[in-house]
């Protein structure tokens, strides 16, 4: 049974891989999912916003007018909200590739262009094997349509892959209008790979207090759906490596990833709830799976279900949306 894989130019035995979460913050828990099977770990994020609040620091105390920045200052998040600090980060990076012998990928999350993007050199530096850009750009300006989103975001590839030599993925919200197309471009951008998507908060709104109520809940297999769908359309038409990263949680949402197209899976959920060890029975059944189903290999599967397989890719979605809500209005 061949479970291997090729992600970001990276050989493993196979797609199942830890995605940026807490579950990196600890060493014991790291060597607990190198244990238990992780093909490669990706650590929390490294913010823009934090790497801008220290250079604006460094900068405040070597001018010697504290006062130069006040007022910018006040719109960053509180220090004490982040788990680790940008000179933390890249010595915990160090500690962690010094615990594990399973790739380590750096992950730094931001949304515009700006000297921060120069912290994946330093990352670089600190052993990453690898560099995950989170890119969220804000959809709230109504100055900056789609288009200088996408553009900006396709600078800031150009920038990071400008001063590394590792390879670079790109994590993607699922808000783009023609999401393929731009993945067409990230991908003539350098972009080693793409991982689909980022899971962003829950807002709720608190009638009687009139505050706005964030909640980031655990993931449930019914979210697979939406990547599915996003993994399925890019894949024909891309050659960087692709990532499917929420919802994933049991062998079969592994099986179905690698038919729409992904080279690998990214677990968080499921380990936050069941631990570092569920990653050996997800192993386990997805090799019992494959045996009972006649497939030899991962690689012979993969992409079997993109959108290439329909004969007018754009007509079958339209066919399958009418189906849909005439089955349901029909109720």
Do not use: C
């Not at 993931?219 to 050659?239: H, N, Q, T, V």
Request: charge should be negative; aromatic fraction near 6%; avoid cysteine.
């Amino acid at each position: 049974m061949d479970l291997s894989t090729t992600y970001l130019g990276m050989r493993l035995p196979h797609p199942l891989m830890v995605g940026a979460s807490p579950l990196g913050d600890e060493l014991d828990t790291v060597r607990r999912l190198e244990d238990s099977g992780s093909s490669a770990i990706v650590l929390r994020s490294l913010f823009e916003e934090q790497i801008v609040r220290e250079q604006m620091a460094d900068m405040r105390y070597q001018e010697g007018n504290n006062e130069s920045f006040a007022e910018a200052t006040t719109y960053f998040p509180s220090p004490d909200m982040f788990v680790l600090g940008p000179d933390q980060y890249l010595n915990h990076l160090r500690r962690v590739k010094e615990t594990v012998n399973i790739p380590v990928i750096a992950s730094l999350n931001g949304s515009t262009l700006g000297g921060w993007l120069s912290y994946g050199r330093l990352m670089e530096q600190g052993g990453a094997d690898a560099l995950e850009l989170n890119v969220f750009s804000g959809t709230l300006d109504p100055q900056m349509s789609g288009a200088e989103i996408e553009r900006e975001i396709i600078a800031m590839v150009y920038e990071v892959k400008r001063s590394v030599k590792i390879p670079v993925a790109v994590k993607l919200s699922p808000f783009f209008t023609s999401l393929v197309h731009f993945a067409i471009q990230l991908d003539r951008a350098g972009a080693n790979g793409l991982v689909i998507f980022n899971r962003l908060y829950d807002a709720d709104i608190d009638a009687q207090e009139l505050q706005v109520i964030r909640a980031l809940r655990l993931s449930d297999s019914s979210e697979l759906l939406l990547r599915l769908r996003g993994i399925a359309a890019i894949s024909p038409f891309i050659k960087a490596s692709l990532a499917v990263t929420g919802g994933v949680h049991t062998a079969l949402d592994v099986v179905k990833s690698a038919m729409a197209g992904a080279h690998v899976t990214q677990m968080v959920s499921a380990l936050l709830k069941h631990g570092p060890e569920h990653l050996r029975v997800v192993l386990r059944d997805l090799e019992r799976w494959m045996e009972e189903n006649e497939w030899s290999s991962l690689a012979e599967m993969r992409g079997n279900m993109g959108v290439d397989r329909a004969p007018n890719p754009k007509a079958y979605e339209r066919a399958n949306y009418m189906m849909m809500l005439q089955s349901w209005e029909g109720q």
